[in-house]
């Protein structure tokens, strides 16, 4: 078994335990989080069972490791920046899929090379969400999403890629919650 990757969860995709967040809420205060935090997050809320045979075996960045057992939280309290990164050449929108050059990889055999997509709307705090066309489909609270039509996200939204469910968490609700741990 390979070692995770920095920020890398046993869940096949670069996230960040919230407690994180609460830590540096704590050391430098809510203005310093307010700048540095100003982003969207993808709160994980559910994620697939070990024994589904989730990942693929044939990539590098695949592995296989067993959940604590007993633990049926485990990833819940993990979020994933909603960031565009310089992996592809998609300007306006920040990509979801098992391909490393999306902006938020998940590395699982279900989900599709370029699955889905965030798109910025017209405002700053608006954005959308569209399938690309992926094999088994978007689904926002719980509607599978016809492919490359994008719908509007709200906080608090669920989106579910196969069967990885998140919440989709607008910056002030984030830090509503870091708030609240602190």
């Known amino acids: 078994m390979r070692s995770m990757a920095r920020g890398e969860s046993e869940f096949g995709m670069e996230s960040l335990p919230l407690e994180a967040l609460v830590q540096v809420f704590r050391e430098r205060g809510e203005e310093y989080f307010r700048k540095r935090y100003a982003r969207p997050y993808l709160m994980v809320v559910g994620v697939p069972d070990i024994e589904s045979d989730w990942l693929d075996p044939k990539t590098v960045e695949s592995q296989v490791i067993e959940k604590v057992p007993g633990d049926a939280n485990a990833g819940q309290r993990r979020v994933i920046p ?101």
């Open 82 to 182: 909603v960031v565009k990164t310089n992996r592809n050449a998609f300007a306006s929108r920040i990509t979801i899929g098992r391909a490393k050059n999306n902006d938020i990889v998940i590395r699982a055999s279900k989900v599709s090379k370029l699955h889905a997509a965030i798109l910025p709307a017209d405002r700053s705090d608006r954005y959308e969400l569209m399938d690309m066309g992926s094999a088994n489909g978007t689904r926002l609270n719980d509607v599978r999403l016809p492919p490359r039509e994008a719908a509007p996200l709200v906080n608090n939204d669920r989106i579910g890629l196969w069967r990885y469910e998140f919440e989709f968490r607008l910056p002030e609700s984030i830090l509503h919650m870091v708030k609240v741990l602190a």
